[in-house]
């Protein structure tokens, strides 16, 4: 039952973005996260977390301030805001 769960989180999420024009778009951010970092990472790694820490911990391992397995140096800004806002839709 994930993808239900998805779709009722994002819900939400996607239209509190388009009225308060802010925050990541977790749908993208899903096909980012499955493009690059469902190999290594769960979607719910950071569950708990906000999105606004989120995104903080994914600037720092793009910009090589932590150290990190994965290939996370090539991600645009807006990647990183969607994949924070995706994994921050799990609670
Ligand atoms: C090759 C495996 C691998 C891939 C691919 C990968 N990661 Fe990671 N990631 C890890 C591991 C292992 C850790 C925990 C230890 C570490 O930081 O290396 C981690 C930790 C993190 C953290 C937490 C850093 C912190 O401050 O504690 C963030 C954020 C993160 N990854 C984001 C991403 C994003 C975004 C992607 C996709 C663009 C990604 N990772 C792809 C293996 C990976």
Redesign the pocket.
């Known amino acids: 039952m994930r993808i239900l769960k998805i779709v009722v989180m994002a819900l939400p999420l996607s239209l509190w973005g388009l009225v308060a024009n802010a925050g990541g778009d977790a749908a993208a951010g899903k096909a ?2 499955e493009a ?2 469902g ?3 769960y979607e719910d790694d ?1 569950s708990g977390e906000s999105e606004a820490d ?1 995104l903080a ?2 600037q ?2 793009k910009s090589g301030e ?7 140096g090539g ?1 645009s800004d807006a ?2 805001a969607n ?1 924070a806002a995706f994994w921050a839709s799990f609670k």
């Open positions: 980012a996260f690059g970092c190999e290594c990472h950071f989120i911990m994914i720092s391992v932590v150290e990190h397995k994965g290939e996370a991600l990647d990183a994949i």
